[in-house]
């Protein structure tokens, strides 16, 4: 029935816990924004670590071709074809990855698939995404812990690249043997963006967005680490690989925080922000719900402004402290790295503290 369709390997993903995320620790966040010079509010989305249980999935070996994508458009030809992947299969370019992929279009593979199949296919999770690349440990990409540029296809010297076909490097491997995790195309992931679970960061409700992960052929190394987070603004070079599931146990949120439905911020939180507004001195932002602040970019350090780009892009994340709440007037601030440090410190302990506790209940103790 399918040339290329039938050409999807799978790799099973065992049963069992792994290390989801990565804990904050001061030294190591700072050296990765000063070398991949990004603000660092953009790591704080990987905290905290946690320990989470996955029932077994198979993972396709990897990303979803061209060629697997004009066997889905012979059979839905309602459905447009973006130009650049219509020049691909036109051109006979099947097995680079499909891309640019929207999130709707790879949803619709995943039904199309299912029907056709008659197994149950989805997007990845972030949990699965991050299991199939990282293993059980805490691996920084798929094949360890080493910048290996000779096997990623990403902007190397200044200079972005362009995709690649499946397995070019087969040194860019996971343990479990899923190719192509790191680099040419990033990938979607079923899930959204939301604080990890024991998070006590509080994220502006309009940064929900589809997780992306992997990293492009036109970013930095930093995205091809397998704990990044991407997806507020996605890549020309955006794809998708598939998962089979027997039940939707791995599809459940208890790897997130609970979001806040209220107004009940208070002073002294940290909230991640989403900027609405930019004109020539002040920034707009968003905290949650109906709640918005001001923000002087001269109260801004230099070196965090040119982080940001000058300001240039709205619907940027941006850090906020709240120093003082007045007549529903929320007064905020960037706080500074000692600050940062000291609030994750802290909570970083009491998410401790707490894991430890649940674990004495468990065992009978401490009761």
Not at 102 to 107: I, K, Q, T, V
Not at 111 to 125: H, R, V
Not at 339 to 356: A, G, L, P, R
């Amino acid at each position: 029935m399918f040339k290329y369709i039938n050409n999807i390997s799978f790799c099973r993903i065992p049963p069992g816990k792994f290390r989801f995320g990565m804990d904050w620790n001061m030294l190591e966040f700072v050296k990765k924004s000063e070398n991949y010079r990004i603000p660092i509010e953009w790591l704080l989305k990987e905290t905290p670590l946690n320990e989470i249980y996955l029932d077994e999935y198979d993972i396709s070996d990897t990303p979803i071709t061209v060629g697997m994508m004009s066997e889905f458009f012979k059979y839905n030809p309602k459905i447009a074809i973006p130009k650049e992947l219509k020049y691909n299969i036109d051109n006979h370019n099947m097995d680079l990855p499909a891309y640019p992929i929207s999130y709707e279009l790879a949803l619709s593979f995943c039904a199309w698939l299912s029907f056709m199949l008659n197994e149950w296919i989805d997007l990845p999770t972030e949990c699965e995404w991050e299991k199939s690349s990282r293993g059980t440990g805490d691996r920084t990409f798929p094949w360890g812990d080493s910048e290996n540029y000779e096997i990623l296809n990403i902007r190397k010297n200044g200079m972005p690249s362009k995709p690649i076909n499946i397995k070019t490097h087969l040194e860019n491997v996971s343990i479990y043997g899923v190719y192509d995790l790191a680099g040419n195309v990033e990938e979607w992931t079923k899930s959204y963006n939301k604080p990890y679970k024991n998070s006590k960061l509080i994220y502006s409700n309009l940064l929900s967005y589809p997780i992306l992960r992997g990293g492009t052929s036109e970013h930095g190394i930093d995205l091809a680490r397998s704990t990044r987070r991407h997806g507020n603004h996605p890549s020309l070079y955006t794809g998708f690989r598939i998962v089979k599931r027997k039940n939707a146990a791995n599809i459940t949120s208890i790897m997130y925080q609970n979001v806040q439905k209220s107004n009940n911020l208070k002073i002294g939180d940290f909230v991640l922000g989403k900027i609405l507004n930019i004109d020539s001195d002040s920034i707009v932002i968003h905290l949650l719900n109906d709640i918005k602040t001001l923000v002087n970019i001269e109260s801004l350090p230099t070196e965090i402004v040119e982080l940001f780009g000058s300001f240039k892009n709205k619907d940027s994340e941006i850090l906020l402290k709240i120093e003082d709440i007045i007549n529903d007037i929320y007064l905020c601030k960037r706080p500074s790295l000692e600050e940062i440090d000291q609030f994750f410190t802290v909570n970083q302990s009491s998410k401790t503290e707490k894991n430890n506790l649940e674990l004495n209940r468990y065992h009978g103790w401490g009761i």
